[in-house]
């Protein structure tokens, strides 16, 4: 007789269902075999069917009798209408960052528990800007340019400039990157203030900061790293006026959004080479390739690379697995993310 292929075991009825909103792309480096294992005991999931448009048949017979959407990049905003077509709806766990732009007013209104692994996407955007901070310090970027061309060790007493004893460090929002990267930073011989709204004197202390006006932090910081959420308030935040307040040879560090600063007053800045910079992000996003960013010696670009990527990317899976978890018991979800929260995060 032909033998049978090995059929996955069905998942016990009083599981609730779940269903992928994403991308498909992400899905297989999101939940790695071990964890959709994992996942597939906590819940009915059919790990074929991975929906980016709500609004086809197998999405919209899918959402009928979806309790918990597992959403990731590439996921359509949940708003009203898909509301409408879930009405067993209760939960969004999101493997990746902010829902700012993905659980809409109606989704709030309805009551829904939303879960980020925006924490987890915080660790490896701290760790590039850690470490952009302490080679900035150095002039690494800078000194490297300088040696490909030139191809000799610069004289000893033109190191003068370089070193991170002492460098003052200016945070730019203390959301969930910012307080990582202040907290990275608290080994290390390095002065660090602190610029957000919502954080006063004695809370930036407990960071390792010391809270300072936006201006003053710009006018007092050797390098400034932005980690402001992108909300209207803060749309060009870094203006011409501001930017010129950083001193002479001053680095910007960028790990949030291009829309925080004015881009041709950046521009304008880098190419006069009183400004340095390290970029991940930009506006727009990519630059134009006849950007002149592309081409100077005191610009670092990367392409949007400091959050999760690669095998980052299962620890955002399994910080939706473990909350799924905690729902199966009983609990709250940890990362539970609230509408009120979203005028500080990042």
Avoid at 86 to 104: C, D, E
Avoid at 137 to 149: I, P, S, T, V
């Amino acid at each position: 007789m032909p033998s049978v292929p090995p059929q996955p075991p069905v998942a016990p009825s009083h599981l609730p269902v779940a269903l992928f909103a994403m991308d498909p792309v992400h899905l297989p480096e999101l939940f790695p075999p071990a964890l959709l294992a994992r996942l597939r005991e906590l819940a009915r999931i059919d790990p074929t069917l991975v929906v980016q448009d709500f609004t086809r048949p197998e999405a919209t017979a899918a959402l009928a009798q979806t309790e918990i959407l597992i959403t990731g990049w590439g996921c359509p905003p949940i708003d009203a209408d898909v509301l409408a077509a879930a009405p067993h709806l209760h939960t969004v766990l999101h493997a990746a960052g902010s829902v700012r732009n993905l659980i809409g007013e109606a989704a709030w209104e309805r009551g829904l528990t939303v879960s980020s692994a925006v924490r987890a996407n915080a660790l490896p955007v701290a760790e590039y800007t850690l470490a952009a901070i302490l080679l900035a310090g150095k002039d690494a970027f800078g000194l490297r340019e300088r040696f490909r061309r030139e191809r000799v060790y610069p004289a000893p007493g033109e190191y003068a400039h370089v070193g991170n004893l002492g460098r003052r460090i200016g945070v730019i929002g203390a959301s969930r990157v910012g307080r990582r990267v202040l907290d990275l930073l608290r080994p290390f011989e390095l002065t660090t203030t602190l610029y957000d709204p919502y954080v006063d004197a004695a809370e930036a202390r407990s960071l390792g900061a010391t809270a300072l006006p936006l201006d003053e932090l710009l006018r007092t910081s050797d390098i400034v790293s932005l980690h402001a959420p992108d909300i209207p308030e803060t749309y060009r935040m870094l203006d011409a006026d501001r930017l010129a307040l950083i001193p002479d040879g001053g680095v910007l560090i960028n790990t949030s959004r291009g829309a925080l600063v004015d881009p041709e007053a950046l521009t304008e800045e880098l190419v006069s080479g009183r400004l340095g910079a390290v970029l991940d992000v930009t506006e727009p996003e990519p630059l134009p390739a006849n950007s002149p960013l592309y081409n100077l010696p005191n610009v670092f670009l990367t392409p949007h690379i400091a959050g999760s990527l690669g095998n980052e990317l299962a620890r955002l899976g399994g910080t939706v697995v473990d909350e799924l978890a905690l729902l199966a018991a009983g609990l709250p979800p940890a990362h539970r993310v609230w509408h009120s929260d979203l005028a500080r995060s990042a």
